[in-house]
């Protein structure tokens, strides 16, 4: 018995060993890319480093951040990004789940359809977001005048410039872009059901709304999570969809846009790697918030 | 408790006929099992008689009611899958009950009948776990418990022992035996093992390629199979066949003659016999070692000693040995020469060249 646990620890240290040796490359790699700029980042946000003179800064202590926390700018760009967030990420999963419910469907030309949803997601967002700008220009852009020969309105929006509807049409645009994305993950997950419990129900006779709100949704919600996750991470640090459409516009400005006003156009590259930091760590809690709510390693282990 | 009829029922899946033209009648309280060999269509038929395929031709009726466009639901039927179907997120108690709250049923009443069958099943102990939890032959019995408190007209099972292990395969068996005397209730079982079929039918419905090849009670398909596929099918290890020619007859018995030249006895058929060339059938149940002056001879290719019984396969100069069923304390080893005593009266079968059996004495 002693020789056989012994045995079976020698397998497990191998095992841990080979482990590692495996992942030595990514953490190399992980650690080059993203932990360098990051601990550099962190490290200016304490100091009063300028653009054109990095290296002769000196250690100021919090005092980036006291300022930071005491710009309403900041708050108002942090407001945004949170609204922007919450309004899009929902909006591409309700979306996202109904599009993945038709595409699961079996019909002639399904996998076609599937290739063509995914399209939005593909074209790079510099260049739709570029596109979707020509689009909601108030004077010459496809968006007001098919409105206006319909009858929705009767006078131009001037979308890109009016506060409240300038977010709208970032959220639309991001919604756009976003939600075959969300809707592949989601189908990926529906996908994985088991058929036969659907043709138990089926047996039944259990009505299909019922079945969706007590089968697939229940059996969907680890994969919804996971999608939900992975968008709200991505849409915290959105960049370069409002930036091209907005540039450093209040009503529409995020975070990033913030942070990277401060550290290029002001050159303030300190207080900018401060709100950069304090960004990070906005997502980081919000993951780790996510983690623990979801229990998504409890389930996997049960 | 219901009849069905099956009434020239077809099934096309594209242009790949899957169900050609079946005809069945199937009485109420009967336990019919589907057998045939892998993709010959016995999930497709039990699928059609559940409606979870459309019908492409033909008419089905339970109960004296026509159901070809009727839903699942309106059948009056239960299905028991392979894979079980018990939903993962819910309880035990929970999968048992979902299909009986539309039936406008009250949770008392849900309850006291979720908890009766998992007496019957034994399983009222893991009324509170989720599936996962659960050992095969333990979810096995959650499904077979789903489909009790529906209380349906018919059962459907679809190889539902397929993926437990050999003891708890034969110990479920005997259970949904005695479940349906209990019951009462007309069952359809699909399995590819004639075993399973044997055992428990009250009629056996035999499938090839999307045909009926013969329907008839295990007894009747062991001794009386209406063609050589039926012949090979039921019964293990599977019947030989040797080819052989017609070499003269007395009335009383048959003489053929193998490939080999040697000529072999048989009792008579009853039937006329057309042609020269039959195959001839030796179930290796019926063969036995004879010592000296046996009709067939040859070299034991194999022994297996199974400790009850031996399994010989005599290489008799045929492309494939001849197995014959020998006492467990055989000692004749690999290699030996062995002599094999053909059935005296009956355990002869012989088949045309249509591989239609040849009526037996
Ligand atoms: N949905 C389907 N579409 C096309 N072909 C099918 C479908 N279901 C079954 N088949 C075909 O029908 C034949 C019979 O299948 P099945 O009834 O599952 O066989 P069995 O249960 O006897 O093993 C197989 O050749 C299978 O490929
Ligand atoms: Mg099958």
Redesign the pocket.
């Given at each position: 018995m002693a020789a056989r646990a012994n045995a079976g620890s020698a397998l497990t240290r191998q095992r841990l060993k080979s482990a590692w040796l495996f992942l030595t490359p990514m953490l190399v790699v992980l650690a080059l890319v993203a932990g360098w700029p990051l601990l550099r980042t962190i490290s200016f946000s304490f100091t009063d480093a300028h653009l054109s003179n990095l290296d002769d800064s000196s250690f100021i202590g919090f005092e980036n951040y006291v300022f930071l926390l005491q710009d309403p700018d900041w708050w108002r760009a942090v407001q945004n990004t949170i609204f922007f967030t919450v309004v899009s990420v929902s909006i591409e999963t309700v979306l996202g789940l109904l599009i993945a419910l038709a595409l699961n469907a079996h019909f002639k030309g399904r996998g076609l359809l599937r290739a063509a949803v995914l399209i939005p997601w593909a074209i790079p967002t510099v260049v739709s977001a570029q596109m979707w700008r020509w689009m909601f220009n108030d004077v010459y852009g496809v968006i007001n005048e098919i409105m206006l020969s319909t009858g929705l309105i009767t006078e131009p929006w001037a979308w890109l410039a009016d506060p409240q509807l300038s977010m709208a049409a970032v959220i639309a645009v991001d919604v756009w872009k976003t939600t075959p994305f969300m809707a592949l993950l989601i189908l990926a997950g529906l996908q994985m059901l088991p058929q036969d419990c659907y043709e138990n129900a089926k047996i039944d006779g259990v009505h299909p709304v019922v079945v969706f709100f007590k089968v697939t949704l229940p059996l969907l919600k680890p994969a919804i999570l996971v999608a939900v996750i992975f968008r709200t991470l991505d849409a915290l640090r959105i960049f370069d969809l409002i930036y091209v459409m907005q540039g450093n516009k209040q009503d529409t400005m995020s975070m990033s846009i913030y942070a990277r006003q401060q550290l290029v156009d002001f050159q303030d590259v300190g207080y900018g790697s401060a709100a950069a930091t304090l960004l990070f760590m906005i997502i980081a809690l919000f993951t780790v918030i996510y983690l623990y709510l979801g229990g998504i390693g409890r389930e996997e282990k049960a | 408790m219901a009849d069905l009829s099956l009434r020239r029922v077809d099934k096309t899946?594209g242009d790949?006929e899957?169900i050609k033209g079946v005809d069945l009648d199937i009485a109420s309280g009967e336990f019919v099992v589907f057998v045939?060999p892998?993709?010959?269509?016995?999930?497709?038929l039990l699928r059609l008689v559940a409606g979870l395929e459309d019908i492409t031709a033909g008419e089905l009726w339970i109960g004296g009611q026509l159901v070809n466009d009727e839903p699942p639901s309106r059948r009056g039927i239960a299905m028991v899958f392979q894979s079980y179907a018990l939903y993962p997120h819910m309880t035990v108690w929970q999968n048992m009950s979902f299909g009986l709250k539309l039936q406008g049923m009250t949770r008392a009443q849900r309850d006291e009948k979720v908890k009766e069958a998992a007496r019957i099943l034994q399983i009222d102990h893991l009324l509170d776990r989720k599936p996962r939890q659960l050992s095969g032959g333990q979810r096995q019995r959650v499904a077979i418990g789903r489909a009790i408190v529906r209380q349906p007209r018919v059962f459907l099972f679809d190889e539902p022992l397929s993926n437990l292990d050999a003891a708890l395969r034969v110990q479920t068996r005997i259970e949904i035996a005695k479940l349906h005397r209990a019951m009462q209730a007309t069952m359809i079982y699909?399995t590819h093992d004639q075993v399973e079929a044997m055992t428990l039918a009250d009629k056996i419905v035999v499938l090839n390629a999307g045909r009926v090849e013969q329907v008839g009670s295990p007894m009747d398909l062991y001794h009386r199979p209406a063609n050589k596929f039926v012949a090979a099918f039921i019964g293990s290890p599977t019947m030989n066949f040797l080819p052989v020619e017609f070499a003269g007859s007395d009335g009383a018995t048959l003489d053929l003659r193998l490939a080999s030249g040697a000529i072999v006895q048989i009792a008579a058929p009853k039937g006329r016999l057309r042609g020269h060339r039959f195959t001839l059938g030796l179930r290796p149940e019926h063969l036995h070692v004879l010592s000296d002056a046996a009709p067939l001879r040859g070299e034991a290719a194999a022994v297996e000693n199974l400790g009850g019984e031996s399994y010989l396969y005599v290489d008799i100069g045929q492309p494939m040995p001849l197995v014959v069923k020998a006492p467990g304390d055989c000692a004749i080893r690999a290699g030996e020469p062995v002599g094999i005593g053909l059935p005296a009266s009956k355990g002869a079968y012989l088949f045309d060249q249509q591989d239609r059996a040849v009526a037996s004495a």
């Open positions: - | 899946f790949v899957v045939g892998s993709g010959c269509g016995k999930s497709t699909v």
